[in-house]
Antibody, heavy 118, light 110 residues
């Protein structure tokens, strides 16, 4: 059974960093790309970046150049996303999602609310 | 980054057919953009419906279909049902490794 289990909600001050985790079950970690997508209140989703089974990947350089890092820990089948230099507009629900077919994000984590506030 | 455009809202009668479209501010959408479509209800994560233009994700009924219409990607729902009322998001592939979402279309079934 495919499961993506994310870490919990975070509250951060402006200028801080946040690191979220996403633990993948089964062979998802070794077979599928894992993406990070966020959704601010009342807004559409926004893609942040991804990591491949071999540890490669990419980020949304148009919006997050230098602020987003996606990494993984093979010993625990966990993917991480770190967002730095937080501003209030980074307040959103952050999801990880599995890609199974080009553009088919078919399984999603439960989401983690990140609140940026002083 | 490129801007993906969608209708802000659409409505359909139960049993009717509705088509959503998805365009690019910088030009035409083609199969090379691997258009995908997601359905989202309040408080839930997006659910994959269509990917790579016209492939249904697992478990999606065949009344959902995808295509390219002119210079835009399209999602068509045939035989609309009350529980199709949701937000529908388009996602396009751009450049070598970037995905971009549209702002979404709110569907009302009435």
């Amino acid at each position: 059974q495919v499961q993506l289990v994310q870490s919990g909600a975070e509250v951060k001050n402006p200028g801080a960093s946040v690191k979220l985790s996403c633990k993948a079950s089964g062979d998802t970690f070794t077979r599928n790309l894992i993406h990070w997508v966020r959704q601010a209140p009342g807004q559409g989703p926004e893609w942040l970046g991804f990591i491949t089974p071999s540890g490669g990947g990419g980020i949304n350089k148009y919006r997050f150049q230098g602020r987003v890092t996606v990494t993984r820990d093979t010993s625990t089948s966990t993917v991480y996303m770190e967002l730095s230099s937080l501003i209030s507009e980074d307040t959103a629900i952050y999801y990880c999602a599995r890609e199974n077919g080009v553009g088919n994000f078919d399984y999603w984590g439960q989401g983690a609310l990140v609140t940026v506030s002083s | 980054q490129p801007v993906v455009t969608q209708e802000p809202s659409l409505s359909v009668s139960p049993g009717g057919t509705v088509t959503f479209t998805c365009g690019l501010s910088s030009g035409s959408v083609s199969a090379n953009n691997y258009p995908s479509w997601y359905q989202q209800t309040p408080g839930q994560a997006p659910r994959a419906l269509i990917y790579s233009t016209n492939t249904r994700s697992s478990g999606v009924p065949d009344r959902f279909s995808g295509s390219i219409l002119g210079n835009r990607a399209a999602l068509t729902i045939s035989g609309a049902q009350a529980d199709d009322e949701a937000d529908y998001h388009c996602m396009l592939h751009w450049g070598s490794d970037t995905w971009v979402f549209g702002g979404g279309t709110k569907l009302t079934v009435l």
